[in-house]
Nanobody, 115 residues
């Protein structure tokens, strides 16, 4: 079993920054992949950024150059630094880990970008 706890969401003005954190209950080095997804009302949950096998990173086109995914293996924590936020980035953000043969999701953290 894996527990994932996100934090760091909130209300921010357009052009602002936030950093999301996802704390895992076990070593994140044991995960096949780990990443961030987001979901807006009425829309599907989509990939934002992830670490895949071999430590490669993937980003959604809409966030390239603005968001950066990183991790602290010693703290078992995944981060998402979000800069130059836009109203279109408003969503619930979820952490996901693929471990063994199962996907695990956190409870989500809400990000609202509004003036």
């Amino acid at each position: 079993q894996v527990q994932l706890v996100e934090s760091g969401g909130g209300l921010v003005q357009p052009g602002g920054s936030l950093r999301l954190s996802c704390a895992a209950s076990r070593s994140i080095l044991s995960f096949n992949s780990m990443g961030w997804y987001r979901q807006s009302p009425g829309k599907e949950r989509d990939l934002v950024a992830r670490f895949s096998v071999g430590g490669n990173t993937d980003y959604a086109d809409s966030v390239k150059g603005r968001f950066t995914i990183s991790r602290d293996n010693a703290k078992n924590t995944l981060y998402l630094q979000m800069n130059m936020l836009e109203p279109e980035d408003t969503a619930d953000y979820y952490c996901r880990a693929f471990f063994g043969f199962s996907n695990y999701w956190g409870q989500g953290t809400q990000v609202i970008v509004s003036s």
